[in-house]
């Protein structure tokens, strides 16, 4: 005789299944991919936005390289994506090695080309590295590049967000100040820089509520498949990588099919885990590789948008 279930017992949808059955109704994405340097990565970022592009992103955005390395090819990029696809743009504009008015030239032309949307940064050194110094005759940082911006159009503007602390700042105390000053020029959106544990994410968003400032936050997932690659960026950027991480990628350098499926499961988890705590909004960072990012999204309930 099969047992019966205790009808006392009301079992509940687990996290990935509850998800799918909700149809990511009330999740919004977004991707951010680079500029190409070869023909051969532009063939690989075209097939990654026709992959990711029926998901129907709130907006998908372009990096800037260090310096404005990539500034012709971030716009060419830009402006393919406005001429030959449905997708809503986001440029990446900084104000490193430029004059205001060189950067106010390319803000114009932004908005001749039809983007609405501009996320702004500070930006690197030229070479990556080292302390960042600016342009007498440059903006001195993103909260006047913001400002910059929104006088010339009204664009939507992100800014970057540090729920770690900015690498350079002294605290988070000055990091709340400085995005206080961001919204204030006129900034609409903060995206994250990545995390790896939802509560850092959390007590970000619970601090700048604290603070008083009212600005939306996009949590920014990073799907790790090239740990070695992780270590160097979040050297970078002070990001933390916790301990449970490194275990679990510790020996497999050499292979990658059981890294990719790692990834997933682990950012599906990070996800779902700030899902449950009211964020709807999230971020990739596709490094120009679209199938990690499609099993992720589908997975948290969005499906391909009818043709």
Known sequence: MSPTLNPALKPELAPIARSLAAGGQNLKVSFEFFPPKTEEMETTLWESIRRLAPLNPDFVSVTYGAGGSTRERTHRTVKRMLDQTELKPAAHLTCVDASRDEVDEVIRGYWDAGVRHIVALRGDPPSGFGDYVPRADGYQNATELTAAIRRIGDFEVSV????????????????????????????????????????????????????????????????????????????????????????????????????????????????????????????????????????????????VAAQ
Request: one cysteine or more; hydrophobic letters at 45%; glycine letters at 6%.
């Open 160 to 303: 970057g967000v540090y729920p770690e602390k900015h690498p350079q700042s002294p605290s988070l105390a000055f990091d709340l100040d400085v995005l206080r000053q961001k919204v204030d020029s006129g900034a609409t959106r903060g995206i994250s820089q990545f995390f790896f544990e939802p509560a850092t994410f959390l007590r970000f968003r619970d601090a700048v509520a604290d603070a008083g400032i009212q600005i939306d936050l996009t949590p920014g997932i990073m799907p790790v498949t090239n740990f070695k690659g992780l270590r160097r960026m979040a050297a970078a950027c002070d990001a933390q990588i916790p301990a449970w991480l490194a275990a679990l990628f510790d020996g497999l350098d050499d292979d990658a099919e059981t890294r990719k499926l790692l990834a997933s499961a682990v950012a599906v988890e990070l996800c779902l885990g700030l899902e449950r705590e009211g964020v709807e909004n999230f971020h990739f960072y596709t490094l120009n590789r679209a199938d990690l990012v499609f099993a992720i999204c589908r997975i948290l309930g969005i499906t």
